[in-house]
């Protein structure tokens, strides 16, 4: 109730600082370069990565800079890879659902990177959870993926674009979403891996909202760890 009547009495602060931040955030390309292949030697691995503009690797030059390029490259050593990535700037988990990715094949594994444009366009909680239940799912029943890993919303109140107040109010809500789909998670029985990267301005590309290349190595260290595991 509080977060209500705060969000109502800075509407109009709120509005204008987020429609900046739009325009701003959506000014880098996403990158050129590969979003499928095959890869590899040793075990048979089957990967598929859908989500926002960060899976699809706004802030780096190329692919091979971004999250799909440096995760595969890790993978490569240890699998014969198969993988494909789906994704598009301001993707939501509704999105998703609505235009799933054409071509999606069977999988052993599909990584979920999505939340923060959940946040930024105020999907109520309850919706995003039952969204998030039927993209799960779906990508169970209908791709036969064993392991389904979803990844933490974004610390958004240290995010350097966002301005005060609009951070604080994001930064909390991203807080609570995040705790809620963690546990959502859990009972779910999807692996949830909770946002730990610093958001310290070399990690982040020019606009301050995207990660940068140093920030998707990182990411892919994650990911690849949570893989062998």
Do not use: C
């Not at 204008?16 to 739009?22: D, E, G, H, S, T």
């Not at 899976?55 to 995760?71: F, I, K, N, T």
């Not at 392991?147 to 109140?157: C, D, E, Q």
């Amino acid at each position: 109730m509080a977060d209500r009547i705060l969000k109502f009495a800075l509407a109009p602060v709120l509005v204008a600082q987020a429609l900046r931040v739009r325009k701003t955030a959506a000014s880098l390309p996403e990158p050129p370069g590969a979003r499928a292949g095959r890869t590899g030697k040793g075990p048979p691995l089957r990967l598929a990565i859908l989500g926002d503009s960060s899976a699809a690797g706004v802030g780096a030059r190329h692919q091979s800079e971004a999250l799909s390029g440096r995760l595969t490259e890790l993978l490569a050593s240890h699998y014969a890879l198969d993988w494909s990535l789906h994704a598009r700037t301001g993707a939501t988990t509704k999105s998703v659902l609505r235009k799933w990715p054409g071509g999606l094949q069977t999988l052993d594994i599909a990584i979920i990177i999505l939340g923060v444009n959940d946040v930024t366009r105020q999907v109520p909680l309850r919706r995003l959870l039952a969204q998030r239940e039927q993209l799960y799912a779906r990508l169970q029943r209908d791709h036969g993926a064993m392991r389904v890993l979803a990844t933490g919303v974004p610390p958004l109140a240290d995010f350097p674009l966002l301005p005060a107040p609009l951070r604080h109010v994001l930064g909390h809500q991203a807080r609570r979403y995040d705790a809620a789909l963690s546990q959502q998670a859990k009972e779910l029985g999807v692996e949830y891996l909770p946002f730990n990267l610093s958001l310290d301005p070399d990690m982040m590309a020019a606009d301050g909202f995207h990660p940068g290349p140093t920030a998707y190595r990182h990411f892919a260290d994650i990911l690849f760890r949570q893989i062998q595991r």
